[in-house]
């Protein structure tokens, strides 16, 4: 047995390697978190639509701002003091992003860089999700919430705003070869997607009165268009047009604008210095010219008419000519691209790109790995801690005990893992900030152990309760007491029979320790589903998300082999020449 | 194997019920230093709560129990069991601990014996019921004979100045029940104070200084093994003894 397990994972192992080490020749990467350089610039959409102009008045871009000399880094109400930790995404190229060394990049976030630069803080970027990113700002968690976040009334009430940096267009995505060909021929009935909580939401649902499809990110929406499943997706137009490939089986139809609803960081309300910090530093990088070199080079289309970045008192930033530059492209360009793929070389390329396990897999083992295992142990050891404490309690004669077990129990097993993740992640947080340094890692090992917790509890309490009677009654005649008697004879002895219990447990967890990615981690701290999400938002390509599967299985299949053969081994009993030491399983 | 100092055990009006269940209902109990009892009586005649009652692993509602003349009811319970051992029908033995280790758990823990020294008393121990040889196996492997000498080795490793035996040879089978006897009848002789709880006549009458027959939670004849064997004075005792013997 134990050589078959050997061998079982021997033979992962040498698939994962091997993975790594087979030559399989790098092609180009197309990096789509590198900013394109302004030789790639549009000129503004010829076919906007007029749907979603606003009223036009702008009554929050502020007149002027304070003199950048005036502010003082050390009373801008930061969670850490002198670092500005902003909350971002990686599923949106090349506003946010996360490029191909693992760093927090893109338009917004190299803008905010240079911002802060200017005030005199650090910035550390730390991934989350965007349904909870305002909420996270909101609750102090991250002082900036930096996401191409249009703003809108209905954010207002949540968050505080920046002046404007950018602006945004809506693009109307759509598979090739669909009926669709613009924002007036959505009807009901269709399957609309967009990503949860954002402008495009609302500008589905309140302006279009049509009821979308929602999806947490850009990433997994646009797969749904790609494989046909949603009909349409409005997409906020750099998304759009940083997502669709040529050779896609998707193009853009039409496109919209707001000219009220700018894009801008969020802050929480009530931390006005830093909300105007920002905007004198918005102002000092448009007036030095480091905005329009970020904004030619990362995401170049030629601004809309009557409006620009920063303040109203900000000078107007020099820009080339974009529209010029995207016609002599249009000249030169040939007038079809290549061809769209067959359904089974788009599988094929979408399950089974070799360069990108080449990718993902050593930052799997880097970083993934050892962050999944952390996870899952620190959670196992607070889980069997918590747990044999309910198991005790949950036994004992004194319902002082036992109800709060009980409760405990039925909520912890009641409720599904990512809630439990989620509302401690994001509950608790805020509360115990300054204990945790505003770290979620701390707090996703809690949330995972308490709810562990709760099940092992239950585990142990059944082992423990069919541990024969007579081993309490023969340890207490011997002179034990009842601590004594559960340590040294029932609780070992029930233990030892819940082992294959307690090991799916464990793989259980392993696999729920991959939702601690809704709480937001940084870089290092990304465990392998993370890891492969990232890469998978930043290529568009499922290949890295099947990389961390594998890796998954790596650890469970031969964890579940062990508890098959630890629970025949108890079964059946053994010999007393092979005997385990008791001691050192328990 | 030295036995302590003996000790008398007493037990006065004990009385115990488990909710509505009344189980004993005013025993008497008078167990002279260095002596043996046999208790014997039909099944649920209460026999072995009364072995639990004297050492309280259950606390009589009313009643005393006098150790050596002096009540132990304010004493703590686990120091008075510590001087009393015990061997259960089913032996009891801790499955996941080695002979060995059965045996010398109670002197470690209980007598902070350092492990050799506890090692020698339990090789000792086990050399007595005659099975220093399996020192280091587990119990599992033994046969019930075997195991219940480790359980008696165990009770006797924590020196306890009196013996309760629950019906030890109910559970094995014939032909180990003599040489289980013979172990109980040789610690009797060594001077030991014993409370023996069993089915087996020829024991009792062989084996005992006095012998207990209870039936529905009383003490319903007390007397020398020919008192009890020859010249039963109850009804009841005789009809127990006819179907019995």
């Given at each position: 047995m134990t050589s078959f397990l050997r061998a079982t994972v021997a033979i992962l192992v040498a698939l994962l390697v091997g993975a790594l080490c087979v030559g399989v020749p790098a092609r180009?990467?197309?990096?789509?978190?590198a900013p394109p350089g302004e030789q790639s610039a549009s000129a503004l959409?010829?076919?906007?639509?007029?749907?979603?102009?606003?009223?036009?008045?702008?009554?929050?871009?502020?007149p002027g701002t304070q003199?950048?000399?005036?502010?003082?880094?050390?009373?801008?109400?930061?969670?850490?003091?002198?670092?500005?930790t902003v909350g971002t995404l990686s599923?949106?190229?090349?506003?946010?992003c996360i490029n191909s060394s693992g760093q927090f990049t893109g338009f917004d976030n190299e803008l905010l860089r240079a911002i802060a630069e200017k005030i005199g803080l650090r910035v550390n970027f730390v991934g989350t999700d965007f349904a909870g990113l305002l909420a996270q700002v909101a609750s102090r968690r991250f002082d900036v919430g930096s996401s191409s976040i249009t703003t809108t009334d209905a954010r207002r009430r949540t968050v505080g705003f920046t002046n404007g940096y950018d602006f945004g267009y809506f693009s109307l995505v759509v598979p090739t070869?669909?009926?669709?060909?613009?924002?007036?021929?959505l009807k009901p009935g269709q399957r609309i997607g967009v990503v949860q909580g954002t402008v495009q939401e609302a500008y589905v649902v309140d302006t279009l009165h049509l009821e979308p499809v929602k999806f947490p990110d850009y990433a997994t929406v646009y797969a749904n268009i790609k494989t046909r499943q949603i009909d349409a997706w409005v997409a906020p137009s750099q998304q759009a047009s940083g997502t669709v490939?040529?050779?896609?089986p998707a193009r853009i139809v039409e496109n919209t604008f707001s000219l009220d609803n700018f894009v801008a960081y969020a802050v929480a309300k009530e931390n006005k210095p830093l909300i105007d910090a920002l905007n004198a530093g918005l102002d000092a990088v448009i007036a030095d010219g480091t905005w329009a070199r970020l904004y030619a080079n990362w995401v170049p289309r030629a601004l809309p008419p009557g409006w620009k970045p920063?303040?109203?008192?900000a000078p107007v930033p020099q820009l080339p000519d974009f529209n010029a530059i995207a016609a002599s492209h249009a000249t030169a360009a040939?007038?079809?691209?290549?061809g769209p793929k067959s359904t089974l070389s788009q599988l094929k390329d979408a399950f089974l790109d070799w360069r990108l396990y080449r990718q993902a897999i050593p930052d799997l083992f880097k970083t993934g790995l050892p962050n999944t295992l952390i996870l899952t142990i620190s959670a196992s050891v607070i889980g069997l801690i918590i747990g044999m404490a309910l198991a005790i309690a949950g036994i004992s004669r004194s319902r002082w005990l036992r109800w709060p077990a009980r409760v405990y129990t039925d909520i912890f097993r009641g409720l599904p893992e990512v809630v439990i993740i989620l509302v401690i992640g994001l509950g608790i947080g805020p509360v115990v900030g300054s204990l945790t340094g505003n770290n979620p890692y701390p707090l996703g090992i809690a949330a995972l152990g308490l709810m562990a917790g709760a099940y092992i509890g239950e585990i142990l309490r059944s082992g423990i309760q069919s541990v024969d009677a007579g081993q309490l009654e023969a340890s207490r005649a011997l002179g034990f007491g009842y601590p004594a008697s559960m340590r040294l004879v029932v609780v070992p002895q029930g233990v030892r029979r819940v082992l294959p219990a307690l090991m799916n447990q464990f793989i259980s967890l392993l696999k729920a320790s991959?939702?601690?990615y809704f709480l937001g981690l940084i870089a290092s701290q990304r465990e392998l589903f993370q890891v492969g999400r990232d890469l998978n938002a930043q290529t568009g390509n499922l290949s890295p998300l099947v990389a961390s599967g594998l890796f998954y299985l790596a650890l469970t299949v031969p964890l579940t082999h062990l508890v098959n053969y630890i629970d025949r081994r108890l079964s059946k009993g053994k010999p007393a020449a092979a005997e385990i030491p008791t001691q050192e399983i328990i | 194997m030295t036995t302590p100092q003996a000790v008398s055990l007493a037990a006065k009006d004990i009385h115990l019920a488990f909710d509505a269940n009344t189980v004993l209902r005013g025993v008497d109990l008078d167990v002279p230093a260095g002596t043996t009892t046999a208790v014997i009586g039909p099944?649920?005649?209460g026999k072995s709560t009364l072995l639990r009652t004297l050492n309280r692993l259950y606390e009589p509602d009313r009643g005393d129990i006098l150790l050596d003349g002096r009540s132990?009811?304010?004493?703590n319970p686990d120091q008075l069991r510590q001087r009393i051992g015990m061997v259960f029908q089913h032996f009891?033995?801790?499955?996941?601990?080695?002979v060995l280790e059965n045996v010398t758990l109670g002197p470690r823990?209980?007598?902070?014996?350092d492990t050799a020294a506890a090692r020698e008393l339990g090789l000792k121990l086990l050399d007595r019921v005659g099975l220093k040889h399996k020192a280091?196996?587990?119990?599992?492997?033994?046969s019930g004979g075997q195991q219940q000498r480790v359980a008696i080795a165990r009770a006797l490793a924590m020196n306890p100045q009196v013996m309760f035996f629950d019906?030890?040879?109910?559970?094995?089978?014939p032909e180990l029940v003599k040489g289980i006897l013979a172990l109980i009848s040789e610690l009797g002789a060594d001077g030991m104070t014993m409370v023996v709880v069993t089915h087996e006549m020829g024991f009792a009458r062989s084996a005992a200084d006095s012998v207990v027959f209870m039936d529905g939670g009383r003490v319903i004849e007390t007397g020398t093994p020919e008192q009890i064997?020859?010249?039963?004075?109850?009804q009841r005792l005789r009809q127990f003894l006819a179907q019995v013997v």
């Open positions: 180009a990467t197309t990096d789509q978190c959409p010829t076919n906007l639509a007029t749907a979603a102009q606003g009223d036009g008045t702008d009554k929050y871009t502020t003199p950048l000399s005036t502010v003082r880094p050390d009373a801008l109400g930061l969670g850490t003091p002198g670092v500005l599923d949106a190229p090349p506003s946010i070869g669909s009926a669709i060909n613009g924002f007036g021929a490939q040529p050779g896609d920063g303040s109203k008192a040939p007038s079809a691209g290549p991959s939702l601690v | 099944s649920g005649s132990v009811l304010q004493d009891n033995l801790f499955p996941h601990r080695t823990k209980l007598k902070r014996l280091d196996v587990r119990p599992a492997t033994l019906e030890a040879t109910s559970a094995l089978d064997f020859e010249s039963a004075e109850t």
